[in-house]
């Protein structure tokens, strides 16, 4: 049975995280037979938000297949008007319990975002839309004293959390109905592993990132 709470969803993501960091997947609802029987329907547990890097794949990163996860990703996990009718839509209509904000260390995007404030400069093209997507981000981290691109990352993700809340009455009433919740996590690139960094949903206990063995070689 999948989970059917956001505290059983947050769970089976770390879970599944774990065994991708220490080389165990278990490749789960990948073959034939579950392909055929989610044809006609699907009942994700997990919304995910997250970064286009495609070093952030999320049905790998934690170890899912085929109608577990509702994936969402662009750049810097930014949250146009799509990607909230995305949202409501998963958590809505197919009763998904768990909304997760996913970024990642060194982000580009953020650093694009960095560097144009710095440079008082916006890309050309629709880039400049991400850039003023993450430019809040920039100037709440600056607030509170966060200078370090790491740590400007977490801010994002945390105001990317409270964003999808703010700007979608649709989420925020699940939220507080408590059917549903949503975390930021944070992914590092070098380890593989996620650590929680925001929510918003009493239901959802923060987990500790999985610890990668001290023999393992991982993968970059």
């Given at each position: 049975?999948?989970?059917?709470?956001?505290?059983?969803?947050?769970?089976?993501?770390?879970?599944?995280?774990?065994?991708?960091?220490?080389?165990?997947?278990?490749?789960?609802?990948?073959?034939?037979?579950?392909?055929?029987?989610?044809?006609?329907?699907?009942?994700?547990?997990?919304?995910?938000?997250?970064?286009?890097?495609?070093?952030l794949a999320a049905e790998i990163i934690?170890?899912?297949?085929?109608?577990?996860?509702?994936?969402?990703?662009?750049?810097?996990?930014?949250?146009?008007?799509?990607?909230?009718?995305?949202?409501?839509?998963?958590?809505?209509?197919?009763?998904?319990?768990?909304?997760?904000?996913?970024?990642?260390?060194?982000?580009?995007?953020?650093?694009?975002?960095?560097?144009?404030?710095?440079?008082?400069?916006?890309?050309?093209?629709?880039?400049?839309?991400?850039?003023?997507?993450?430019?809040?981000?920039?100037?709440?981290?600056?607030?509170?004293?966060?200078?370090?691109?790491?740590?400007?990352?977490?801010?994002?993700?945390?105001?990317?959390?409270?964003?999808?809340?703010?700007?979608?009455?649709?989420?925020?009433?699940?939220?507080?109905?408590?059917?549903?919740?949503?975390?930021?996590?944070?992914?590092?690139?070098?380890?593989?592993?996620?650590?929680?960094?925001?929510?918003?949903?009493?239901?959802?206990?923060?987990?500790?990132?999985?610890?990668?063995?001290?023999?393992?070689?991982?993968?970059?």
């Amino acid at each position: 049975m999948p989970p059917t709470t956001p505290e059983q969803a947050l769970a089976e993501l770390y879970a599944g995280n774990r065994r991708f960091v220490t080389g165990a997947p278990h490749h789960p609802n990948q073959d034939a037979g579950h392909r055929a029987a989610v044809a006609d329907g699907q009942h994700p547990f997990a919304v995910l938000v997250g970064c286009s890097d495609s070093r952030l794949a999320a049905e790998i990163i934690f170890d899912r297949g085929l109608g577990d996860l509702f994936v969402v990703r662009t750049a810097g996990h930014t949250a146009g008007p799509e990607v909230l009718g995305s949202v409501e839509y998963a958590v809505t209509v197919l009763g998904t319990p768990l909304v997760v904000v996913l970024g990642h260390d060194s982000c580009g995007a953020v650093q694009a975002a960095r560097e144009a404030v710095r440079t008082g400069t916006s890309p050309s093209g629709h880039l400049g839309a991400v850039v003023d997507a993450v430019a809040p981000s920039l100037l709440r981290a600056a607030r509170e004293g966060v200078e370090d691109l790491d740590g400007i990352v977490d801010v994002h993700i945390a105001q990317t959390v409270e964003a999808l809340l703010a700007r979608s009455t649709v989420l925020a009433g699940e939220v507080a109905a408590g059917r549903c919740a949503v975390v930021g996590l944070s992914y590092r690139l070098s380890a593989g592993e996620v650590r929680t960094v925001a929510q918003a949903g009493s239901p959802v206990t923060p987990v500790p990132a999985p610890a990668a063995p001290a023999d393992s070689a991982l993968a970059g």
